[in-house]
């Protein structure tokens, strides 16, 4: 529905007149606008016009949810569902909340426990998807929506808010993955490799959600200290993270690489 006006909503704002006009083509305007803000979509009203909040907001004042979630498959469609899911509110150069949770399953396959930690019997007496995602949905607002290849968090964790009855999220969103490589040389931009050759998380626990949840907030902090001057707002951040130009990579760090192949290795040994 706002495909065609999230350019201007991002960047110069759209008239109150226009905006609601343009509403009011699907359903009552005022009902929408506020349904749409409950979806996490930061609409604010700012000189006579509808802007989002971010569009105006300096960097250093955003509310940025920056989270991870670890799920039993990657199909949210065909029944897989979020084990757990772990975030944390970061504003004013400061973590101001977290959210963590385990979520009640029936299955998880012996890949996803070998890869992970978490068994059945981690899960059997933790909350429904139900009451998990009620209780995100309270937790993320409407702050920018951070992950790590965010793509796949956001889709996942919007369809388990329609599987229990929410709207799916409008959340603005960004990618720590796609802003790292705009601004940290690697060779490689993998979490697990990233906070090994960065040191960004001393006491990282790989692929727990929590823990991710950590790494990628110390690598979106690191990524935040190289921005361009001219990038000040939020949405400044968002469109840079998907438009400036990707940075070369580096040489490969040996021995980092045999770090990671023998952890590797140990796994598969394992399973």
């Given at each position: 529905m706002l495909s065609k006006l999230d350019a201007a909503?991002?960047?110069?704002?759209?008239?109150?007149?226009?905006?609601?006009?343009?509403?009011?083509?699907?359903?009552?305007?005022?009902?929408?606008?506020?349904?749409?803000?409950?979806?996490?979509?930061?609409?604010?009203?700012?000189?006579?016009?509808?802007?989002?909040?971010?569009?105006?907001?300096?960097?250093?004042?955003?509310?940025?949810?920056?989270?991870?979630?670890e799920t039993n498959g990657s199909k949210p469609l065909r029944g897989d569902t979020i084990i757990e899911l772990g975030a944390v509110m970061y504003q004013d150069g400061h973590v101001?909340?977290?959210?963590?949770?385990?979520?009640?399953?029936?299955?998880?396959?012996?890949?996803?426990?070998?890869?992970?930690g978490i068994s059945l019997e981690n899960t059997r007496n933790a909350p429904s998807l139900k009451e998990v995602m009620y209780a995100f949905k309270h937790f993320v607002g409407d702050a920018v929506f951070v992950a790590h290849d965010v793509r796949f968090d956001y889709r996942f964790t919007s369809a388990m808010m329609e599987r229990v009855g929410l709207e799916p999220l409008a959340n603005r969103k960004l990618c720590t993955f796609e802003l790292a490589?705009?601004?940290?040389?690697?060779?490689?931009?993998?979490?697990?490799?990233?906070?090994?050759?960065?040191?960004?998380?001393?006491?990282?626990?790989?692929?727990?959600?929590?823990?991710?949840?950590?790494?990628?907030?110390?690598?979106m902090k690191r990524s935040l200290k190289k921005l361009p001057k001219r990038?000040?707002?939020v949405e400044d951040l968002i469109r840079f993270s998907k438009e400036a130009p990707r940075l070369p990579k580096v040489p490969i760090d040996e021995n980092i690489e045999k770090k990671s192949e023998e952890k590797e290795v140990g796994i598969e040994n394992r399973a």
């Open positions: 909503l991002s960047q110069q704002g759209i008239t109150k007149e226009r905006f609601h006009k343009a509403l009011s083509r699907f359903g009552e305007s005022g009902f929408l606008i506020e349904l749409l803000r409950a979806q996490g979509l930061p609409l604010y009203e700012y000189q006579g016009k509808f802007i989002y909040k971010t569009a105006i907001q300096p960097i250093s004042h955003g509310k940025f949810c920056v989270m991870d979630i101001i909340d977290t959210f963590e949770s385990f979520v009640q399953c029936d299955k998880i396959p012996i890949i996803i426990s070998e890869l992970t490589q705009r601004t940290i040389p690697s060779h490689r931009y993998g979490l697990k490799y990233l906070n090994e050759t960065l040191h960004l998380h001393h006491e990282a626990d790989h692929h727990r959600a929590l823990s991710d949840a950590i790494t990628a907030l110390e690598l990038i000040c707002t």
